[in-house]
């Protein structure tokens, strides 16, 4: 167990509609990072947050938004959802953000939501 | 651009064989190199890393080797168990930027 966790661990929806994952992240841990794994792409940075602040985005679509809470807990939003969406989307988290001296490489990655569009 | 290239997979054995998945990498700046496991229904987890050339990293039986001089980051384990069976991800990060990179992965199957 990791300590991450992430609901839904299933979700089916349909094209157009939006759905919301949540991330906690383990106690401790101020950064939280997303990842889209699908089959054709593999594992595909999505967002990364510290401490309530965005502080790097890598392949997002416009049609997806995140934000952190002051609790840490994180949210991926997805909305106008298209077939091409189905994937597991993980969540991460680490002490201290990537990209900084103290960084040790390792991230905390939850089960995944595995999001299915229909 | 920054990248990982790992073998396709799936790699499939037998118990007890001797296991290496290929990794290169492409870096701008110094990079620290990892392997990440995926066990089927579970997140990613860190099995070893390096942060500097020449560094070998080793866990559960697991090693590889930082070569700077062949970009390269190969995992391996001299005999292979069922429990083995998993995705590997080859990654890097660059010091003092966000990217954490991985490859695409490469499924290993041991059979009894």
């Known amino acids: 167990d990791s300590g991450v966790t992430q609901t839904p661990k299933h979700l089916i929806t349909a094209t157009g509609q939006r759905v919301t994952l949540r991330c906690s992240p383990r106690?401790?841990?101020?950064?939280v990072y997303w990842y889209q794994q699908s089959l054709d792409q593999g594992l595909q940075f999505l967002i990364q947050y510290y401490n309530g602040e965005e502080r790097a985005k890598g392949n997002i679509l416009e049609r997806f938004s995140a934000q952190q809470f002051p609790d840490l807990h994180s949210e991926l939003n997805l909305s106008s959802l298209e077939l091409g969406d189905s994937a597991l989307y993980f969540c991460a988290s680490s002490v201290v953000p990537l990209g900084t001296s103290g960084f040790t490489g390792e991230l905390f990655f939850g089960e995944g939501s595995r999001l299915t569009v229909l | 651009g920054d990248s990982v290239t790992q073998m396709e997979g799936p790699v499939t054995l037998s118990e007890e064989a001797f296991l290496t998945i290929n990794c290169t990498y492409t870096?701008?700046?110094?990079?620290?190199l990892f392997w990440y496991v995926q066990y089927p229904g579970e997140g990613l987890q860190l099995l070893l890393k390096?942060?500097?050339?020449?560094d070998k990293g080793s866990n559960k039986g697991f090693e590889a080797t930082y070569r700077k001089e062949t970009t390269s980051f190969h995992l391996e384990k001299g005999s292979v168990q069922v429990s083995d069976s998993a995705v590997y991800f080859c990654?890097?990060?660059?010091?003092?930027?966000?990217?954490?990179?991985f490859g695409t992965g490469t499924r290993l199957q041991v059979f009894p």
């Open positions: 390096a942060t500097k050339a020449d």
């Open positions: 106690s401790g841990d101020l950064s």
């Open positions: 870096a701008t700046g110094y990079p620290s």
């Open positions: 990654a890097l990060t660059i010091y003092n930027t966000d990217k954490l990179i």
